[in-house]
């Protein structure tokens, strides 16, 4: 009995530290630039190794129907790299000299969800710790 217990505390212990590493992204603030809403994620990274670029696409519904996407980076993809640590924290951002603009105000906005999530560790491998995002 007293083996048994051990085991399931084991294996709690091990669900609970595999749920504390990864890397989550949560969302962060809207900033209104030139009337358009600029939406943002914050970053932790909880893994151990070093992300050299994160991009997520987000989904944005609007109020009278349309839906716009919006591509939310790290850095440029093609420009200086800015590596987010193991414990770092660091801000998604639309960069808007390469990109179109929401064209809607922050009050607007009626849902956001994920489309796609590209994460680059150290020379451009994929991560391999999991993305977790909440839009």
């Not at 943002?40 to 991009?55: G, H, M, P, R």
């Amino acid at each position: 009995m007293y083996v048994r217990l051990i085991a399931v505390g084991l294996i709690f212990a091990g669900s609970a530290a595999q749920a504390a590493n990864g890397i989550d992204v949560k969302r962060g603030m809207d900033a209104t630039v030139f009337g358009n809403c600029v939406p943002s994620l914050v970053v932790e990274n909880k893994s151990a190794e070093t992300i050299d670029y994160l991009q997520v696409d987000v989904a944005v519904a609007l109020e009278n129907g349309q839906e716009r996407t919006v591509e939310l980076k790290s850095a440029y993809r093609e420009g200086v790299l800015y590596p987010i640590i193991p414990g770092g924290k660091a801000i998604l951002k639309q960069h808007l000299d390469t990109s179109v603009a929401l064209g809607a105000a922050c009050g607007d906005v009626k849902s956001r969800r994920v489309l796609r999530t590209i994460c680059e560790a150290t020379g451009g491998k994929a991560c391999a710790s999991s993305v977790s995002v909440q839009p």
